[in-house]
């Protein structure tokens, strides 16, 4: 099975920079998801990490090491409207589809 | 504004009723796949239907069933509700059961069911 492991909370400044970090353990996988979901609303795609590295998109980049079972999400010049959640969540080989973390709550304050 | 529409948008039963929760998917779109995010929890796995068949089932019981129309909509069925039924569930449409044709899915804003 899959552990998919996020911190609960995190508390960062507007502009600054904030790390989201995910671990899991899971026998394989073909790729790693990244999702924003503000409250009440549907999650949104983010990210694909399919290979190790680094993939950057604007201010958001998700980055993979497959060898160490870690992930994690970095947001750049952080604004108000990033606070929400983030969802880790992996895709595993065979028919279960997206398997998610319990996801981390962001706030952004002035 | 995605193309996916999940009716109604919130719902409460009582303890042992069924329910039917409806998802619309996007336009070119033949796989539908349902989660259950409890509050302060992430997505649960419940099934995924492509073009009209189960494609894979999460750990859920059998009163939770479900179907798919051959213009791809889906619905999810829940018999005999408990109080732990109560959570958001939400419907994602995508071009297809794989990573690749999941960074093309869209979520739906999600059906809050209460059970009471």
């Known amino acids: 099975g899959q552990n998919i492991d996020q911190p609960t909370e995190m508390t960062a400044t507007e502009g600054a920079i904030v790390q989201i970090n995910c671990t899991y353990q899971?026998?394989?996988?073909?790729?790693l998801f990244w999702y924003q979901q503000h409250a009440g609303e549907a999650p949104t795609f983010l990210s694909y990490n399919v290979l190790d590295g680094l993939e950057e998109k604007g201010r958001f980049s998700s980055f993979l090491s497959r060898s160490k079972g870690y992930s994690y999400l970095l947001l750049k010049e952080l604004q108000m409207k990033d606070s929400a959640s983030y969802l880790c969540a992996v895709f595993p080989f065979g028919n279960t589809p997206l398997v998610f973390g319990k996801g981390t709550r962001l706030s952004v304050i002035a | 504004e995605t193309g996916v529409t999940q009716s109604p948008t919130h719902l409460i039963k009582t303890r042992g009723q069924q329910v039917t929760l409806r998802c619309s998917s996007q336009?070119?779109?033949?796989?539908v796949s349902w989660y259950q995010q409890a509050l302060g929890q992430g997505p649960q796995f419940i099934f995924q239907?492509?073009?009209?068949?189960?494609?894979g089932r999460g750990n859920f019981p059998p009163r939770f069933s479900g179907l798919q129309f051959p213009n791809y909509s889906s619905e999810l069925n829940v018999n005999a509700l408990e109080l732990d039924d109560s959570a958001l569930y939400l419907c994602?449409?995508?071009?297809?059961?794989?990573?690749?044709?999941?960074?093309?899915?869209?979520f739906g804003q999600g059906t809050r069911l209460t059970v009471v």
């Open positions: 994602a449409s995508s071009l297809a059961p794989t990573g690749q044709g999941m960074m093309d899915a869209f």
């Open positions: 336009s070119g779109h033949n796989t």
């Open positions: 899971t026998s394989g996988f073909n790729g």
């Open positions: 239907y492509y073009r009209e068949e189960e494609n």
